[in-house]
């Protein structure tokens, strides 16, 4: 059974940086994408940035140039690092995998309960 679990979120001054991590375990990580999602009170889940299993990288405009996505395969984990945060990016994060990196929910198989992040202005 595929278990993502995150984790990293908290409370921040806009400006700040947090990095959230997501665990994976249940199938052989190496060779699936990962992404990260958010979804703010109201809003519908978008898609933040996605690292496939051969390394290439995709971003939201809305983060691109502030938040860096990487992988540890020896680790089963996948990272988001948050620079310059903005009160806009309060939402809660979740992760998920896929065969093949993508851009909307559908894409992806399973996903992880959700990290909430909240940027305080």
């Known amino acids: 059974q595929v278990q993502l679990v995150e984790s990293g979120g908290g409370l921040v001054q806009a400006g700040g940086s947090l990095r959230l991590s997501c665990a994976a375990s249940?199938?052989?990580?190496?060779?699936?994408?990962m992404g990260w999602f958010r979804q703010a009170p109201a809003k519908e889940r978008e898609f933040v940035a996605a690292i496939g299993s051969g390394g290439a990288i995709s971003y939201a405009a809305s983060v691109k140039g502030r938040f860096t996505i990487s992988r540890d395969n020896a680790k089963n984990t996948v990272y988001l690092q948050m620079n310059r945060l903005k009160p806009e990016d309060t939402a809660v994060y979740y992760c998920?995998?896929?065969?093949?990196?993508?851009?909307?929910?559908?894409?992806?198989?399973?996903w992880g309960q959700g990290t909430q992040v909240t940027v305080s202005s």
């Open positions: 249940g199938r052989t990580f190496s060779n699936y994408a």
């Open positions: 998920a995998t896929s065969r093949t990196v993508g851009w909307v929910r559908s894409d992806y198989e399973y």
